[in-house]
């Protein structure tokens, strides 16, 4: 039976070769390819659908259905049981088709008629490009035979899709790769740019899915396949003495490279008239959309340790890839699925620009993006498969849009708002050394967030009068191993050194939650936002903190230094902190260490239990910073990473301002030094707002100093108070509008 069937798809495969090799319009072509699969398998119906945009789908090409409906017909994602084939990414193969789940009647294509069902996904490496259909009057269910020979077909005109052979005069599909495009993605780092496409791991283009010699191919495949496991033994070695988890990494390749049921599926879809590639590339689709529905983080990771892999043997097998040895355009933009912040560090202030599909503002790429100033638009669907490396892009890290191969007039437009934004940046220039001085009267203090090296030199560039938050696991997180005490007092030495004698807020190890140590073993915790992280992991695991400590004041060697606890959540907890400072000052004291000329020690508070904590905290505590991207995620229980939550509650709530104020209060009470160092501060509204509010301190990123200072010196607080009172008072949700009203007159 499978004899029969490799013979009847390697068949099958050969009539499309013939229709795809002529020079054939794109349309002409989609239509012999419908009329051959009928013809095939039999059937009175073949058509082939596929994605007008994100959502709808069009009947492009049809055997057996009315032929006015083709670039008529067209239907939802998730609409009747084409678009569920193409929601699910699942074939639906029925014999009553009429009375399946989901089945939707379309008049215009005459399909009553038509009883069985059998559809396939045309998807090319996990992404959905359409589907193609086969119906018949009889009410047969089709046999796996027949399904597999389809999927093999679907995915030769997803390859064929890919090529832009349905494209050119009499075209079926828009031609991929060539149009403009618009993609909205998510803000993470503002600021614009032009440049050119630098793919972070650049497709493999399957040029030829037919296997001409299936003999040969075989024996092509052999061959990848043995210079792939050459490759994983030699790593292998070389990393013996190396990172365990690494090790791991490696024998789980290990594994999938001598894993004979891969080879045997390869081999199998080599006999049935694929190209080598074309079958690696097919266990590989198959891998991705498995990946997509596995929930098991494990499974997750070792599919994609499967889908690096079977990247690597294209590479081999086509010759492209990282050995081409392309460079690095002039002006790159880089264009990834995801990248971590180790890789981006590695580009450095190399790349004009940055494009996500996944990614979060949170991330650490996000983090390290906008520690170098690099405009970053992250969740950017679809861009890792429209971007060719080379293509013009236009990144807008504002509005979170980005222009791919943009026309004349977005061209325009753009650069005209890019001339606007260095008119800005000269006029927050020229404000750079004036202190933030609002119209009544009040000095507001605007110090800087930072956490790298790179961050130091806005220092000076951008008029911040210190760093009110450095966040030193940045320095733990883009390592593989756990930096050594002499590391980091190297590096936090670097630092003072940098300030000039300007105040820097040196907060300890904050990790967990999303910040995951890649040498430390993860927990799995069904919460990691409300799990161990933060202080909860320092005061649980002493060593680590007490050596961060050490370094903190070895690096300070007789200056003043400053230290913040990050997620205090009830007083004990700073008062346990607090009590490993004073042991580790006793212990440098004793081993002869020169102690820091002051010390000063804060909380932050990220968490409403500490706004509520008993006053005598806030009498001994030394200073508060409030962690406003944590505290609001908890106060309105929406996580700060999730897309769909993160921007549904505004911070100018006036829910969330009031314990603003009752904090304002209680460090007032005691006399506490107060600051603010979440995102918001960094928001020109949302600060004179907190400002308004009582906050006098503000910690922003860099370039937000500028547009900052440029609204507080035009502000008068008091009355600014004023309206955001009456606002609360008249029982606005937000006082958003109200303080836009009053900021469009002054
Ligand atoms: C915060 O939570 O507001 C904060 C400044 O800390 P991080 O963003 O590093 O969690
Ligand atoms: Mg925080």
């Not at 220039?429 to 933030?436: E, L, M, V």
């Not at 001085?437 to 030199?457: E, F, S, Y």
């Not at 915790?525 to 933060?534: I, S």
Request: some cysteine; proline content about 4%; aromatic content about 6%.
């Amino acid at each position: 039976m499978v004899e029969s069937t490799e013979s009847e798809s390697r068949k099958l495969l050969g009539r499309l070769r013939e229709a795809m090799a002529g020079d054939n319009p794109g349309q002409a072509r989609l239509d012999k390819i419908t009329h051959l699969i009928a013809d095939s398998i039999g059937t009175q119906v073949c058509s082939v659908y596929l994605f007008r945009d994100d959502d709808t789908l069009e009947l492009c090409a049809s055997e057996g259905l009315n032929v006015e409906s083709v670039h008529q017909t067209r239907m939802r994602i998730g609409e009747g049981l084409v678009g569920r084939v193409a929601k699910f990414g699942k074939v639906i193969n029925t014999p009553d088709a009429p009375n399946a789940k989901g089945f939707r009647y379309m008049p215009e294509t005459g399909e009553e008629r038509f009883s069985s069902f059998l559809g396939v996904p045309i998807q090319r490496l996990g992404e959905m490009l359409g589907v193609l259909v086969v119906q018949s009057n009889d009410a047969r269910e089709f046999s796996s035979d027949a399904v597999y020979a389809l999927e093999v077909v679907a995915m030769v005109i997803a390859e064929m899709t890919e090529l832009g052979a349905f494209v050119g005069e009499g075209a079926a599909l828009s031609p991929l790769h060539q149009q403009a495009v618009l993609l909205s993605g998510t803000a993470a780092q503002e600021g614009a740019a032009e440049g050119h496409v630098w793919l972070h791991e650049p497709r493999v283009l399957v040029t030829n899915p037919f296997a001409d010699d299936p003999e040969r191919e075989q024996v092509r495949l052999c061959e990848a396949v043995e210079h792939l496991r050459m490759g994983v033994d030699k790593m292998l070695e070389i990393s013996q003495n190396g990172d365990k988890e690494q090790l791991e990494v490696l024998e789980a390749y290990r594994m999938f490279a001598n894993s004979k049921g891969w080879m045997r599926r390869m081999e199998e879809d080599i006999a049935r008239g694929l190209s080598a590639e074309a079958a690696v590339e097919k266990e590989q689709s198959q891998a991705r959309a498995r990946l997509s529905q596995a929930q098991d983080a494990y499974l997750r990771e070792r599919l994609s340790d499967l889908d690096d892999l079977s990247n690597r043997l294209l590479r081999i097998l086509t010759g492209q890839g990282a050995e081409t040895g392309a460079d690095l355009p002039e002006d790159p933009i880089l264009v990834a699925r995801n990248i971590g912040p180790a890789e981006l560090l590695e580009y450095g202030r190399n790349l004009k620009g940055i494009v996500l599909e996944e990614g979060s503002v949170g991330s650490h790429a996000a983090i390290v993006a906008r520690a170098l100033a690099i405009p970053l638009v992250v969740n950017a669907k679809r861009i890792s498969t429209e971007a060719l490396n080379g293509d013009h892009i236009m990144v807008d890290g504002e509005q979170g849009v980005v222009h791919l191969r943009p026309d004349d007039t977005v061209v325009g437009a753009f650069r005209d708002k890019i001339a606007m934004l260095a008119q800005a940046q000269q006029r927050y220039a020229s404000i750079r050394d004036k202190p933030a001085i609002t119209l009544d009267g009040q000095k507001i203090n605007l110090v800087m967030n930072a956490g790298l090296m790179a961050d130091l030199p806005s220092l000076e560039n951008s008029g911040a009068e210190g760093v009110g938050l450095f966040r030193t696991e940045l320095q733990f997180l883009v390592r593989n191993q756990m930096p050594r005490r002499s590391e980091l007092v190297a590096l936090y030495k670097r630092v003072l050194d940098a300030a000039h004698g300007k105040r820097v807020v040196f907060r300890t190890l904050d990790i967990g939650s999303d910040k995951v140590l890649p040498y430390m073993k993860p927990n799995d915790e069904p919460n990691p936002a409300l799990g161990w992280r933060a202080i909860r992991v320092g005061l649980d695991k002493p060593g680590i903190m007490r050596m961060q400590l050490q370094a903190l004041m070895r690096a300070a060697d007789g200056r003043p230094l400053t230290v913040m606890f990050p997620f205090v959540a009830q007083a004990e907890e700073y008062r346990a902190a607090r009590d490993e400072v004073t042991k580790t000052l006793e212990r440098e004291r004793i081993l002869g260490h020169a102690l820091p000329e002051s010390l000063e020690i804060g909380a932050m508070l990220e968490t409403p239990s500490l706004a509520f904590a008993p006053q005598k905290f806030f009498d001994d505590v030394g200073f508060v910073s409030v962690g406003g991207n944590d505290l609001k995620q908890f106060f309105f229980a929406a996580d700060r990473e999730n897309e769909r939550v993160r921007k549904r509650y505004d911070s100018l709530n006036v829910s969330f301002l009031s314990l603003i104020e009752q904090i304002v209060e209680r460090c007032a009470i005691s006399g506490t030094p107060l600051s603010f160092c979440g995102e918001d501060a960094g928001r020109p509204i949302e600060a004179v707002c907190l400002a308004a509010m009582g906050m006098h301190t503000l910690s922003m990123r860099p370039a937000s100093i500028g547009p900052v200072k440029s609204l507080l010196m035009r502000v008068n607080l008091a009355d600014l108070r004023r309206v955001i009172f009456a606002s609360r008072h008249r029982g606005d949700q937000s006082v958003r509008e109200a303080v836009m009203r009053y900021l469009r007159e002054i």
